[in-house]
């Protein structure tokens, strides 16, 4: 079974702090996608990496994925209050139609 | 519309009736799933339907019975559920090309289901 931990859990900021979250796993993944999630809302998909190392950056968020394609890392600077949410990795495996989600971290920026 | 639209989005049941979730895509997409969100626990996979054919059945009780009509269209049966059936189900849908590489999700908002 592949699993994806994601770290931390909980995280409590203030707004212009930056953070990281990360997500591990013992399996490879062809793709890897991270999303957000607002109450009351299905995940958002926020970007897709594909290539071992990669990096992409969408305004202040940075994504990395892991030169083994096992791990990724999400990078926020200047965290603002409009980030809350709850960020989800997600993986995909060649050949499946399926993703497999991580277990979630959830983000509260006050002002 | 646009998106992927679940209904309804909220649901309360008896655990002797019978009820439907309803999920349209207005996307063009070929796949479209099932997931289960709980309190404290990952996105669960219940189903994958690619090309309307069921192509997962990721080890679900029968009381959830999936319908998938047409590319656009999913439908979730419910009957004799039980408390700890109570979540966010998800329905999402994607294009998947090729060799499969999946390139993401679009989800709907979800129906917040409670069983009584």
């Known amino acids: 079974t592949q699993l994806l931990e994601q770290s931390p859990q909980f995280l409590s900021i203030q707004e212009g702090e930056n953070l990281t979250v990360y997500c591990n796993s013992s399996?490879?993944?062809?793709?890897l996608q991270w999303y957000r999630q607002e109450p009351g809302e299905g995940p958002v998909l926020l970007v897709t990496?594909?290539?071992?190392?990669e990096v992409k950056k969408l305004k202040r968020l940075t994504f990395q994925f892991g030169d083994a394609r096992k791990d990724s890392s999400l990078h926020i600077t200047a965290a603002q209050t409009g980030d809350t949410g709850l960020y989800l990795c997600?993986?995909?495996?060649?050949?499946?139609?399926?993703?497999?989600f991580g277990t979630g971290t959830r983000l509260l920026v006050s002002p | 519309e646009t998106g992927v639209t679940q209904t309804p989005r909220h649901l309360v049941m008896g655990m002797t009736n019978k009820k439907s979730l309803k999920c349209e895509q207005h996307?063009?997409?070929?796949?479209m799933y099932w997931y289960k969100q709980s309190a404290k626990k990952p996105l669960e996979l219940m189903f994958v339907?690619?090309?309307?054919?069921?192509?997962e059945n990721n080890s679900v009780p029968s009381r959830f019975s999936p319908e998938c009509p047409n590319s656009s269209h999913l439908f979730l049966h419910l009957h004799t559920l039980q408390p700890e059936d109570s979540a966010l189900y998800l329905c999402?849908?994607?294009?998947?090309?090729?060799?499969?590489?999946?390139?993401?999700?679009?989800f709907g908002s979800g129906t917040r289901l409670t069983v009584v």
């Open positions: 999402a849908s994607s294009q998947v090309r090729g060799a499969a590489r999946n390139y993401g999700y679009t």
């Open positions: 399996s490879v993944f062809s793709s």
């Open positions: 990496v594909v290539t071992g190392g």
């Open positions: 997600a993986g995909a495996s060649t050949g499946f139609q399926k993703l497999v």
């Open positions: 996307l063009g997409h070929n796949a």
């Open positions: 339907y690619s090309l309307e054919e069921r192509v």
